[in-house]
């Protein structure tokens, strides 16, 4: 095994040593070493076709600048991506890029998060020596959400390899030849009934390829980022919430090799508004129908726990929502479990199919359209109702003794719900028709407002953060809940959702022993052991 | 050539230094009408065909070109390969690439039809609209530009009264700019549908166009 060759390579750039696996792209062995060879048409998810030809960097004995994006790093390579002729070539690339580019970034949504404007900002010439007319192409609407501005491009077809590769739809191309090319589809056709397109305008390094939905609607600069987890379905895919003004304006996908890779469905991306849903539970309520008073949590967890004591023994049912953190459901389990256990269900809306994308198995929108409906199972809840996330809740609604209500709306309940309780207790974002016998009503954040953790349908636990703060007096329903156990004197209270999760570990094990360090951003997956439990 | 109407006869290789016949120079077997299911399958792809009577409508494809179009599909590994002379053969049924042709096309083929788009709008001897029954393309590139293109260009303008790109009122004629056409020794160059025309002065351009309306190519 003596002349098998070694698996790494170890090469110098920009005076700098570092040893990469063999077969090594020099982009990436630059970005191993924290340098950022400026590209457009690579891209890690797809292929590389070399043609934006700014990432060529010297390599020392070749004799012609090599595209670091498709250049094997080999052993004893001195290369030099930040000096000389590679600065030089790639200011005048740049300057190529501008000589039909309309620099228009005072109007174009993606400035502030540009790649031509950060290169040419880093690298271009101060000022343009192209006397000729600009070509004009103007905007193209595509269809979907995707609005084209072919002015703006710079012929990377990033978006045209996505849609060939990823989407495997193959719409888009590249029409005409020279400076006339521009990116199109074939006549009409546009890009409806796609499920996946609103990527193109995410790896879109300009302005060309733009959301209808976000035109006009904020400036990058002025977004914070906050790493989450889409709620669309049981998937779980990793996004980060853009939000100002303490409204979410839009979602994109986050990087996880693990889930999503680097994409999302149309749907996930688009279904954003109900975080910003106004009319919110800001305030404790105690007291049915005209009794209903508003109150501080001291006064209403005083109060709450004298009936909990009074209704001691009676038996217990919760409604529970695959929509809350697993902090959340594993308080209710402990709350539950505290007062003399009993059934716990929750209601799952179910799609009639699921959208794989071909080759991403673990890229879909699936059936079950909530996020956490596993960490319910793993913590022993069961599912009612149908399809439609309706029905299935006769026997809760007529329960005599304690109820608790955690996070489902109750939409589709009367206002005889829970009428029969001797103690109703609810929490919940919106007040609802079927709240009317509620004896406290209490209000809870969402997940785009705290801390926790979702279970995907594959038992991965992936963390969120808060994006937005909650409305008035409105906590995660695990700090009310755990609260509400301490005020008992049945617990310590955890002061963060990273101790609410560690708690789970003690009372149940459901998931194993993840804590919050492990999980991470990437997730974890719940040991087969605790997921054995669950069940 | 002493009974061409003009000193140019159309055939490329002509100095008119000699008195010599098309045939003469290339055999009896290559000049002529070509057999339009294409011969022999390795030449089946390339035989430039022109034709003065075009079908927009015409079906894709039946009779000898359905035969022809077998033998294009045998010299390929695949149908997106072989999609370059089924462009040229459709172009030479129906005259144009339409839309419909493109879709026509890439169905045939089964290529996506943005695909197709993309190909045949990259290349410039695809004729995207309609053209004349006479496609007049003349070289202005540097060879035929130094000896007088744009002066021939204006000619075939002036005397066909069309804008360049544009077809003549009475849809004979369609001039348009080529680059380079390889006749570099013979300049001004002008191919019109399938046939060279080669040394064509501005003085040379009516006699030409009488020629083409009273005999065809």
């Not at chain 1, 459901?329 to 539950?336: G, Y």
């Not at chain 1, 022993?513 to 974890?524: E, H, I, K, Q, S």
């Not at chain 2, 021939?152 to 005397?159: I, P």
């Amino acid at each position: 095994m003596s002349d098998a060759k070694p698996s790494t390579v170890t090469l110098t750039i920009d005076g700098r040593e570092v040893t990469v696996p063999r077969g090594t792209t020099l982009l990436k062995a630059a970005e191993a070493l924290g340098t950022r060879v400026p590209h457009y048409c690579y891209h890690d998810g797809l292929s590389s076709p070399a043609m934006c030809r700014l990432c060529l960097v010297e390599v020392e004995g070749a004799p012609k600048p090599m595209p670091s994006c498709v250049t094997a790093a080999q052993d004893g390579q001195v290369v030099l991506t930040d000096e000389g002729r590679a600065r030089e070539m790639r200011e005048g690339v740049l300057e190529f890029y501008l000589v039909n580019h309309p620099l228009d970034c005072p109007i174009c949504d993606q400035s502030g998060e540009c790649k031509l404007q950060d290169y040419v900002h880093a690298e271009g010439r101060a000022h343009g020596r192209s006397r000729e007319p600009k070509r004009v192409f103007g905007r193209d609407d595509f269809g979907g959400d995707v609005l084209f501005y072919g002015d703006r491009c710079v012929m990377c077809t990033r978006c045209v390899r996505f849609m060939n590769e990823v989407e495997r739809d193959p719409r888009l191309t590249v029409v005409e030849r020279g400076n006339r090319s521009v990116i199109d589809t074939f006549f009409d056709e546009g890009l409806d009934g796609t499920k996946w397109s609103g990527n193109i305008v995410d790896i879109c390094p300009v302005g060309a390829l733009v959301s209808k939905d976000f035109l006009f609607k904020q400036r990058a600069w002025d977004l914070d980022h906050t790493p989450s987890v889409c709620t669309g379905c049981s998937q779980g895919c990793n996004i980060a919430l853009h939000t100002r003004d303490n409204l979410v304006q839009r979602v994109k996908p986050r990087t996880n090799l693990d889930v999503n890779a680097f994409w999302m469905c149309d749907h996930g991306r688009h279904d954003y508004e109900w975080m910003n849903q106004g009319e919110r539970l800001e305030a404790p309520l105690a007291g049915r129908g005209s009794e209903r008073i508003a109150l501080g949590w001291q006064e209403a967890l005083t109060r709450l726990a004298a009936r909990l004591d009074e209704a001691d023994g009676t038996s217990v049912r919760a409604v529970a929502s695959p929509r809350s953190s697993n902090e959340d459901l594993a308080a209710l389990r402990a709350m539950v479990d505290a007062l003399g256990g009993g059934t716990i269900e929750f209601r799952l809306p179910m799609a009639a199919d699921e959208d794989v994308l071909e080759g991403m198995p673990t890229l879909a929108r699936r059936r079950e359209l909530a996020p956490n409906h596993r960490g319910a199972e793993l913590l022993g809840m069961k599912r009612v109702g149908d399809d439609s996330g309706a029905g299935g809740l006769d026997e809760a609604g007529a329960h005599e003794g304690i109820l608790i209500v955690l996070g489902d709306a109750l939409a589709d309940q009367d206002t005889d719900f829970g009428a029969a309780a001797d103690l109703f207790v609810m929490l919940g974002t919106h007040d609802a028709v079927a709240a009317a016998n509620a004896d406290f009503l209490l209000p809870i954040s969402m997940h785009a407002e705290q801390e926790g953790t979702f279970t995907n349908r594959d038992g991965r636990i992936q963390r969120f953060w808060p994006g937005l703060q909650p409305p008035g007096a409105a906590r995660p329903a695990w700090l009310i809940l755990r609260a509400l156990a301490s005020h008992r004197g049945e617990a310590t209270l955890p002061g963060t959702a990273a101790e609410a999760f560690a708690a789970v570990a003690e009372e149940s094990g459901a998931f194993g022993d993840l804590d919050y360090p492990t999980v991470g951003t990437r997730g974890a997956v719940v040991p087969e052991r605790a997921a054995l439990a669950g069940d | 050539m002493s009974d061409a109407p003009f000193r140019n006869p159309g055939w490329a290789g002509n100095t008119g230094e000699f008195d010599l016949s098309e045939e003469q120079v290339r055999g009896e077997d290559f000049v002529g009408a070509r057999p339009l299911e294409g011969g022999h399958a390795a030449g089946a792809a390339s035989y430039p065909y022109m034709l003065a009577d075009k079908e927009p409508e015409a079906p894709l494809f039946e009779g000898p070109y359905r035969a022809r179009y077998e033998k294009i599909l045998t010299r390929y590994p695949n149908t997106r390969a072989a999609l370059l002379p089924v462009l040229g053969l459709a172009q030479e049924v129906r005259g144009h690439i339409s839309p419909e042709t493109m879709d026509a096309v890439a169905r045939l083929l089964d290529l996506p039809d943005a695909y197709v788009r993309g190909v045949t709008t990259f290349y410039t001897m695809y004729n995207k609209r309609p053209v004349g029954r006479f496609l007049i393309q003349v070289c202005t590139n540097i060879s035929c530009n130094l000896c007088g293109a744009d002066e021939v260009m204006g000619a075939f303008l002036e005397h066909t009264g069309t804008e360049m790109g544009e077809t003549s009122e009475d849809g004979d004629f369609t001039v348009v700019e080529a680059e380079c056409l390889a006749g570099c020794g013979f300049p001004t160059c002008v191919q019109i549908n399938s046939r060279y025309y080669e040394n064509v002065d501005a003085g040379d351009v009516p006699k030409i166009l009488e020629h083409l309306k009273i005999q065809g190519e």
